[in-house]
């Protein structure tokens, strides 16, 4: 099956009178129709400049760009205005018309791809319910949260039937319950409507909250691809670490000398594994970093423990977690994570 999006030996290079900085090198990647596709990294990776290639808001310097099969760099520019139709954006910021009400504003995209009123009028309706902002439809953005006007970009961004929705850092600038509320509503509009979401981000929650795939780019090279899933139980790349280890704070100053990492895919919530540990083997652990969730009565997450001085006690530790079946990885003490 064609994939919507193929990015083939992608490269992108900024040069000015002092300087050549090569933002992206060599970046293949493909995403499938319908999918919620996370691309991840630290501040100045690259991010978003990849996510700016996809509609060609920023001409690659080399390599390729397809949407459904068609290579954007084939198009003249009224091709590309009329394919960007179909690769709507969000962005961190919300841009939105400040001189424009919310209807005003949802309207703008559909008036650029030169809609008859009428329909305009019927679509904003539409689109109004669907991201609840029925009661704020003549309020302009300054009267609005940073969530309610991220609600007005979606909306906007819906306007036209995208096939594809560009998310550029589209949660950074809000707190953590309007980020979730937002992510929930592209959850569904993905699978209502089989929109495929590209979401840019440097935080590792909204990947594993929303995501089925991702990908981690680090000095503008992709270093890691895969399921979520695959990637947050067992990361590969000293970014993917980095990223997974870091996140709500774990820093290097907080690995020990010898440190394991435990990860629950499932395991009973209602089991104390750590307490049961500590019976069992006489030993203390010390708990370096935690990020577990409880659902549905099942443990999900990760953990990081110091294990004893002593080598023998600290091979203990990690037979009997593996005992229990439980994913255990032994990290390496010069990691930077």
Do not use: W
């Not at 999006?5 to 990647?29: G, M, W, Y």
């Not at 940073?146 to 979606?154: D, E």
């Not at 306007?159 to 929930?184: G, V």
């Not at 440190?259 to 083997?281: H, Q, T, W």
Request: charged fraction near 25%; glycine fraction near 6%; hydrophobic fraction near 40%.
């Amino acid at each position: 099956m064609e994939p919507m999006i193929k990015l083939e030996h992608l490269d992108k290079t900024f040069t000015s009178k002092n300087q050549t900085v090569k933002a992206l090198s060599d970046i293949n990647l493909e995403i499938q129709k319908g999918d919620i596709f996370g691309i991840i990294g630290m501040s100045g990776a690259g991010k978003s400049t990849l996510i700016r290639c996809m509609n060609f808001l920023e001409r690659p310097t080399g390599g390729a760009v397809y949407i459904e099969g068609k290579n954007l760099a084939d198009m003249n520019d009224a091709q590309l205005r009329k394919e960007r139709q179909q690769v709507a954006m969000i962005f961190q910021h919300f841009n939105l018309l400040a001189q424009r009400n919310v209807r005003k504003n949802i309207a703008f995209s559909m008036e650029i791809a030169g809609m008859k009123k009428e329909d305009i009028e019927k679509r904003i309706d539409e689109l109004l319910d669907i991201v609840d902002l029925k009661d704020r439809q003549n309020m302009y953005p300054s009267q609005l949260s940073g969530g309610q006007q991220q609600r007005v970009a979606i909306a906007r961004a819906l306007a036209t039937n995208p096939k594809i929705i560009l998310c550029d850092e589209a949660t950074s600038a809000l707190d953590p319950t309007t980020t979730q509320s937002i992510l929930k509503l592209l959850r569904e509009i993905n699978q209502k409507f089989g929109i495929t979401i590209v979401i840019i981000t440097h935080e590792m929650s909204v990947v594993e909250s929303i995501c089925s795939h991702v990908a981690i780019i680090d000095d503008g090279r992709l270093v890691e691809t895969g399921t979520v899933e695959k990637i947050f139980s067992q990361p590969e790349s000293r970014t993917a670490k980095k990223l997974i280890y870091q996140k709500n704070g774990a820093g290097a100053t907080d690995i020990g000398q010898r440190c394991i990492r435990i990860v629950f895919d499932g395991k009973s919530s209602y089991e104390p594994v750590i307490a049961n540990l500590i019976m069992e083997c006489k030993v203390a652990v010390n708990i370096m970093f935690a990020d577990t969730k409880d659902i549905d009565g099942k443990a999900y997450g990760q953990m990081i423990l110091q294990l004893p001085e002593d080598r023998m006690q600290g091979d203990k530790v990690i037979y009997y977690l593996r005992d229990q079946n439980l994913k255990v990885e032994e990290l390496d003490a010069d990691a930077e994570f």
